[in-house]
């Protein structure tokens, strides 16, 4: 089955996927399908998985907000969480 995915990725994610391939002797397209369907069985596997899926996914959220500057558009503080 062929898939067609449009998105924007950083130029420095996309260069590392590049290499990536590269090393593993496929191109960007089967390397993204493979990195995809790892991320699934991840998703679905034991709860092991499923926790180090979760913080990786964490892990490259934080990456991408402090790489935006860290913006808290749309965020709430702890009164709105907490208050009265």
Known sequence: MTVELTTHLDDDLVAHLHAE???AGVD???HLGRVL????????????ERTAR????AAAAVHEWNGAGRPEVGGVDF?????R
């Open 21 to 23: 391939a590269q090393r």
């Open 28 to 30: 960007l397209d089967t």
């Open 37 to 48: 369907a790892a991320d699934y069985r991840a998703a679905h596997g034991s709860r092991e």
């Open 54 to 57: 979760a913080r990786a996914l």
């Open 79 to 83: 009164e709105d969480v907490f208050g």
